[in-house]
């Protein structure tokens, strides 16, 4: 690597790094929790571990140590969710996934920073990530309206028919 090239990685760091600052800083004040039932709680036991970064060592933040406990929780909270996420219309499923995936879109760049920082990944591939996350929304947003059709596959031995019915969280 030639000197203006070094410089310049150099100077993308550190605007990557000036970048991440005040998120980082947010992310050591609060920690992180487990999210579970949409609140960020803290483990059941209070039990957490340290983050650190790839790139230099330095604690990035305190996360929650979560266990069986925990687990259960988030299983309880995700079933009593399901059947409300089951019911509702697809349509209305739909732009709640895309206003998901709006919302990853605004901050990818946040995402991609701090995610350089947490895995030690260059910018240039989480920064595609990041996008690639929003388009799995999408996706999914998309195929809401289909997603209990099912599939009609005859051949000449058999007809195959299948139909989709929700069955609830999984692990």
């Given at each position: 690597?030639?000197?203006?090239?070094?410089?310049?990685?150099?100077?993308?760091?550190?605007?990557?790094?000036?970048?991440?600052?005040?998120?980082?800083?947010?992310?050591?004040?609060?920690g992180i929790g487990n999210l579970i039932d949409g609140k960020?709680?803290?483990?059941?036991?209070?039990?957490?571990?340290?983050?650190?970064?790839?790139?230099?060592?330095?604690?990035?933040?305190?996360?929650?140590?979560?266990?069986?406990?925990?687990?259960?929780?988030?299983?309880?909270?995700?079933?009593?969710?399901?059947?409300?996420?089951?019911?509702?219309?697809?349509?209305?499923?739909?732009?709640?996934?895309?206003?998901?995936?709006?919302?990853?879109?605004?901050?990818?760049?946040?995402?991609?920073?701090?995610?350089?920082i947490d895995t030690g990944q260059a910018h240039r591939f989480?920064a595609k990530a990041a996008i690639r996350a929003a388009e799995?929304?999408?996706?999914?947003?998309?195929?809401?309206?289909?997603?209990?059709?099912?599939?009609?596959?005859?051949?000449?031995?058999?007809?195959?028919?299948?139909?989709?019915?929700?069955?609830?969280?999984?692990?």
């Open positions: 690597m030639d000197k203006a090239t070094a410089k310049s990685s150099a100077d993308v760091f550190q605007a990557n790094r000036d970048r991440a600052g005040p998120l980082l800083a947010k992310l050591k004040t609060e960020a709680v803290p483990a059941a036991s209070g039990q957490t571990f340290e983050t650190k970064s790839p790139v230099d060592g330095t604690v990035l933040a305190t996360v929650a140590r979560g266990n069986a406990e925990d687990i259960d929780r988030a299983a309880t909270a995700a079933a009593k969710a399901f059947k409300a996420w089951r019911d509702m219309p697809a349509a209305q499923r739909r732009k709640l996934l895309h206003r998901v995936a709006d919302a990853i879109e605004e901050r990818a760049d946040d995402i991609a920073v701090l995610e350089c989480m799995n929304f999408r996706f999914f947003a998309d195929k809401c309206g289909e997603a209990r059709d099912g599939l009609n596959t005859p051949s000449d031995e058999h007809w195959n028919i299948s139909t989709r019915v929700p069955i609830g969280p999984v692990a």
